[in-house]
């Protein structure tokens, strides 16, 4: 063999791995209602944070959140991206919005879907509502909801988004 043959700079190694996604006890229950068709929050005891999905612990304060707290499906559009590139896999096919949504009575955003709309006209601020599948069709998966479609309501200010009346800490 010859020293002038061209080396070999790369491989395609096709790789097929399989495993089990342990949720945690936050996720589980979290899950658990988003099978019922119900998006469920934990509250912060120190500093009052309703976060979704949830993780059992506040990341500002480090202790615990055990008070579940049920939100709406509608949410504030905080930020967004239109995608134009196919993602290898990914059943969605460009363009598409992925957008950081805040739900109602929430303080942080989640990543979805936002559809049934003119994706230039999308903008931060705007209010969106869960486009739920049929139910017979739900899992424990945030994919029970299709997406997030806008409706006709006012757009949030930037400075209010995710700082939305929280209920139920009265008395
Ligand atoms: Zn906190």
Known sequence: MSEEQDMITDIEVPIN???????????????????????????CPECAQVYIPPRGSCPACGCATEEEVELADKATVQS?????IPIPNNPIQPPYI???????????????LISECVNEDVHIGQRVQAEWKPEEEWTHAMDNIRYFKPIDEPT???????????????G
């Open 98 to 112: 992925i957008a950081n949504l805040v739900a109602d009575g929430a303080n942080i955003s989640f990543l979805h």
């Open 17 to 43: 791995l399989k495993y089990n996604f342990t949720a945690g006890a936050a996720a589980t229950r979290f899950l658990t209602q988003v099978k019922k068709g119900v998006l469920t929050g934990q509250r």
């Open 156 to 170: 949030v200010p930037v400075d209010m988004i995710g700082k939305l009346p929280v209920t139920g800490l009265e």
């Open 80 to 84: 967004f991206t239109i995608v134009s």
